[in-house]
Protein backbone atom coordinates (compact mmCIF):
# COMPACT_ATOMS: atom_id res chain seq x y z
CA UNK A 1 0.00 0.00 0.00
CA UNK A 2 1.22 3.54 0.07
CA UNK A 3 3.13 4.83 2.74
CA UNK A 4 1.29 7.43 4.59
CA UNK A 5 3.72 8.74 7.17
CA UNK A 6 4.82 11.60 9.68
CA UNK A 7 7.99 13.69 10.83
CA UNK A 8 8.06 13.15 14.20
CA UNK A 9 6.74 10.32 16.43
CA UNK A 10 6.19 12.82 19.37
CA UNK A 11 5.44 16.76 20.22
CA UNK A 12 5.75 18.76 23.01
CA UNK A 13 4.33 22.43 23.19
CA UNK A 14 3.86 24.93 26.22
CA UNK A 15 0.35 25.41 26.49
CA UNK A 16 -0.91 28.65 24.70
CA UNK A 17 1.49 27.74 22.18
CA UNK A 18 1.09 27.20 18.13
CA UNK A 19 1.74 23.41 17.03
CA UNK A 20 2.01 21.83 13.86
CA UNK A 21 2.21 18.24 13.28
CA UNK A 22 3.61 17.09 9.76
CA UNK A 23 2.69 14.42 7.49
CA UNK A 24 4.37 13.07 4.17
CA UNK A 25 2.18 10.82 1.75
CA UNK A 26 3.72 9.10 -1.45
CA UNK A 27 1.19 8.56 -3.64
CA UNK A 28 0.56 11.00 -6.47
CA UNK A 29 -2.89 10.05 -7.28
CA UNK A 30 -4.56 10.61 -3.80
CA UNK A 31 -6.79 13.91 -3.87
CA UNK A 32 -7.91 13.82 0.03
CA UNK A 33 -6.61 14.02 3.30
CA UNK A 34 -8.05 14.02 6.36
CA UNK A 35 -6.54 14.80 10.33
CA UNK A 36 -7.91 12.46 12.92
CA UNK A 37 -7.29 12.96 16.80
CA UNK A 38 -7.09 9.85 18.87
CA UNK A 39 -7.08 10.48 22.63
CA UNK A 40 -6.56 7.42 25.19
CA UNK A 41 -9.09 4.99 25.33
CA UNK A 42 -10.94 6.51 22.58
CA UNK A 43 -11.47 5.86 18.95
CA UNK A 44 -9.92 8.10 16.37
CA UNK A 45 -12.25 11.52 15.65
CA UNK A 46 -12.40 13.36 12.48
CA UNK A 47 -10.94 17.29 12.84
CA UNK A 48 -10.36 18.46 9.43
CA UNK A 49 -10.15 17.48 5.87
CA UNK A 50 -9.08 18.74 2.62
CA UNK A 51 -9.12 18.33 -0.80
CA UNK A 52 -6.74 18.41 -3.83
CA UNK A 53 -8.56 21.37 -5.10
CA UNK A 54 -7.22 23.45 -1.98
CA UNK A 55 -3.94 24.46 -0.42
CA UNK A 56 -5.34 25.70 2.99
CA UNK A 57 -8.59 24.72 4.98
CA UNK A 58 -9.28 26.41 8.22
CA UNK A 59 -11.45 25.09 11.04
CA UNK A 60 -11.69 26.29 14.62
CA UNK A 61 -8.09 26.81 16.21
CA UNK A 62 -7.46 24.53 13.12
CA UNK A 63 -5.70 24.77 9.78
CA UNK A 64 -4.69 22.24 7.24
CA UNK A 65 -2.06 23.23 4.75
CA UNK A 66 -1.32 20.81 1.61
CA UNK A 67 1.70 20.73 -0.66
CA UNK A 68 1.00 18.68 -3.70
CA UNK A 69 4.63 19.58 -5.13
CA UNK A 70 6.76 17.92 -2.48
CA UNK A 71 3.54 15.62 -0.85
CA UNK A 72 2.97 16.91 2.38
CA UNK A 73 0.33 17.88 4.61
CA UNK A 74 0.35 19.64 8.42
CA UNK A 75 -2.13 20.43 11.01
CA UNK A 76 -1.73 23.80 12.43
CA UNK A 77 -3.57 24.55 16.07
CA UNK A 78 -3.74 27.65 17.12
CA UNK A 79 -3.00 28.57 20.84
CA UNK A 80 -2.64 24.73 22.10
CA UNK A 81 -5.00 23.70 25.08
CA UNK A 82 -4.37 20.78 27.25
CA UNK A 83 -7.84 19.30 25.68
CA UNK A 84 -5.69 18.97 22.53
CA UNK A 85 -3.45 16.31 24.00
CA UNK A 86 -3.86 13.54 22.00
CA UNK A 87 -2.64 11.37 18.87
CA UNK A 88 -3.38 12.55 15.58
CA UNK A 89 -2.61 11.19 12.48
CA UNK A 90 -3.14 12.06 9.31
CA UNK A 91 -4.62 9.61 6.53
CA UNK A 92 -4.87 9.94 2.29
CA UNK A 93 -7.67 8.93 0.21
CA UNK A 94 -8.18 8.53 -4.09
CA UNK A 95 -11.63 9.88 -5.56
CA UNK A 96 -12.33 5.93 -6.95
CA UNK A 97 -10.83 4.02 -4.54
CA UNK A 98 -12.80 2.38 -1.81
CA UNK A 99 -10.25 3.13 1.07
CA UNK A 100 -8.34 5.70 2.93
CA UNK A 101 -4.54 4.70 4.20
CA UNK A 102 -3.58 5.84 7.61
CA UNK A 103 -0.15 7.22 8.69
CA UNK A 104 0.82 6.12 12.09
CA UNK A 105 0.33 9.09 13.98
CA UNK A 106 2.74 11.91 16.20
CA UNK A 107 1.87 12.26 19.95
CA UNK A 108 1.46 15.56 20.60
CA UNK A 109 1.59 16.65 25.21
CA UNK A 110 1.28 19.72 25.83
CA UNK A 111 2.65 21.59 28.77
CA UNK A 112 0.82 23.51 31.11
CA UNK B 1 -26.65 10.96 18.83
CA UNK B 2 -24.64 9.74 15.88
CA UNK B 3 -22.19 7.20 16.99
CA UNK B 4 -20.95 3.85 16.24
CA UNK B 5 -21.32 1.87 18.85
CA UNK B 6 -18.65 -1.64 19.23
CA UNK B 7 -19.28 -4.47 21.94
CA UNK B 8 -17.10 -5.63 23.63
CA UNK B 9 -15.09 -2.80 24.83
CA UNK B 10 -12.67 -5.67 26.44
CA UNK B 11 -12.04 -9.33 26.08
CA UNK B 12 -9.77 -12.14 27.23
CA UNK B 13 -9.81 -15.19 25.19
CA UNK B 14 -8.16 -18.21 24.54
CA UNK B 15 -6.79 -19.72 21.53
CA UNK B 16 -9.36 -21.27 19.18
CA UNK B 17 -12.29 -20.05 21.28
CA UNK B 18 -14.59 -18.26 18.41
CA UNK B 19 -15.70 -15.12 19.06
CA UNK B 20 -17.94 -11.70 17.33
CA UNK B 21 -16.88 -8.35 17.96
CA UNK B 22 -20.39 -6.41 17.01
CA UNK B 23 -20.47 -2.80 15.44
CA UNK B 24 -23.48 -0.87 14.97
CA UNK B 25 -24.21 2.64 13.37
CA UNK B 26 -27.26 4.77 13.48
CA UNK B 27 -26.51 7.13 10.64
CA UNK B 28 -27.37 5.11 7.93
CA UNK B 29 -24.43 4.88 6.29
CA UNK B 30 -23.57 2.66 4.07
CA UNK B 31 -19.78 2.08 4.07
CA UNK B 32 -18.50 0.07 6.98
CA UNK B 33 -15.56 -1.21 7.64
CA UNK B 34 -12.92 -2.52 10.41
CA UNK B 35 -9.41 -1.62 11.11
CA UNK B 36 -6.79 -3.31 13.68
CA UNK B 37 -4.16 -0.97 15.44
CA UNK B 38 -0.91 -1.87 16.51
CA UNK B 39 2.16 -0.38 18.23
CA UNK B 40 4.30 1.52 15.34
CA UNK B 41 1.89 0.09 12.44
CA UNK B 42 -0.92 2.55 12.36
CA UNK B 43 -5.19 1.53 11.62
CA UNK B 44 -4.31 -1.66 9.23
CA UNK B 45 -7.83 -2.56 6.96
CA UNK B 46 -9.21 -5.98 7.92
CA UNK B 47 -12.40 -6.00 5.74
CA UNK B 48 -14.99 -3.07 4.34
CA UNK B 49 -18.48 -3.22 3.34
CA UNK B 50 -19.55 -0.95 0.64
CA UNK B 51 -23.41 -1.85 1.27
CA UNK B 52 -25.15 -4.88 2.36
CA UNK B 53 -24.24 -8.24 1.40
CA UNK B 54 -21.46 -6.42 -0.52
CA UNK B 55 -18.17 -7.18 1.61
CA UNK B 56 -14.26 -7.03 0.65
CA UNK B 57 -11.15 -7.82 1.85
CA UNK B 58 -8.39 -5.63 3.07
CA UNK B 59 -5.07 -5.77 3.46
CA UNK B 60 -5.15 -7.79 6.71
CA UNK B 61 -8.29 -10.20 6.16
CA UNK B 62 -6.58 -13.56 7.26
CA UNK B 63 -7.83 -15.21 9.92
CA UNK B 64 -11.07 -13.16 9.91
CA UNK B 65 -14.76 -13.01 9.08
CA UNK B 66 -17.53 -10.54 8.42
CA UNK B 67 -20.93 -9.92 7.42
CA UNK B 68 -23.09 -7.44 6.30
CA UNK B 69 -27.09 -8.65 6.38
CA UNK B 70 -28.52 -5.38 7.28
CA UNK B 71 -26.91 -1.97 6.47
CA UNK B 72 -26.32 -0.88 10.45
CA UNK B 73 -24.00 -3.85 11.32
CA UNK B 74 -21.14 -4.68 10.53
CA UNK B 75 -19.81 -8.28 13.04
CA UNK B 76 -16.50 -9.17 12.68
CA UNK B 77 -16.26 -13.23 13.56
CA UNK B 78 -12.89 -14.69 14.65
CA UNK B 79 -13.61 -18.63 13.93
CA UNK B 80 -10.27 -19.58 15.69
CA UNK B 81 -8.38 -16.67 17.55
CA UNK B 82 -4.68 -17.05 18.00
CA UNK B 83 -2.33 -14.99 20.18
CA UNK B 84 -1.24 -12.59 16.65
CA UNK B 85 -4.72 -11.05 16.71
CA UNK B 86 -3.94 -9.79 20.09
CA UNK B 87 -4.85 -5.90 19.12
CA UNK B 88 -7.29 -2.96 19.21
CA UNK B 89 -10.13 -3.16 16.64
CA UNK B 90 -12.04 -0.47 15.60
CA UNK B 91 -14.95 -0.25 13.59
CA UNK B 92 -16.03 2.86 11.14
CA UNK B 93 -18.76 4.34 8.90
CA UNK B 94 -19.01 6.46 5.94
CA UNK B 95 -21.73 7.87 4.04
CA UNK B 96 -20.80 6.91 1.08
CA UNK B 97 -18.08 3.47 -0.11
CA UNK B 98 -15.33 6.12 -1.50
CA UNK B 99 -11.93 7.35 -0.01
CA UNK B 100 -12.82 10.98 -0.46
CA UNK B 101 -15.15 10.84 3.03
CA UNK B 102 -14.76 10.96 6.24
CA UNK B 103 -15.00 8.02 8.35
CA UNK B 104 -16.35 7.54 11.81
CA UNK B 105 -15.22 5.30 14.09
CA UNK B 106 -15.98 3.63 17.38
CA UNK B 107 -14.00 3.52 20.01
CA UNK B 108 -12.57 0.23 20.05
CA UNK B 109 -12.19 -3.07 21.22
CA UNK B 110 -9.11 -4.16 22.90
CA UNK B 111 -8.74 -8.39 22.08
CA UNK B 112 -6.28 -10.07 24.37
CA UNK B 113 -6.02 -13.87 22.59
CA UNK B 114 -3.85 -16.51 24.99
Known amino acids: GESVGLHLPTLSVQEGDNSIINCAYSNSASDYFIWYKQESGKGPQFIID?????DKRQGQRVTVLLNKTVKHLSLQIAATQPGDSAVYFCAEGETGANNLFFGTGTRLTVIP | EAQVTQNPRYLITVTGKKLTVTCSQNMNHEYMSWYRQDPGLGLRQIYYSMNVEVTDKGDVPEGYKVSRKEKRNFPLILESPSPNQTSLYFC?????????????FGDGTRLSIL
Open chain 2, 92 to 104: ASSLMGYSNQPQH
Open chain 1, 50 to 54: IRSNM
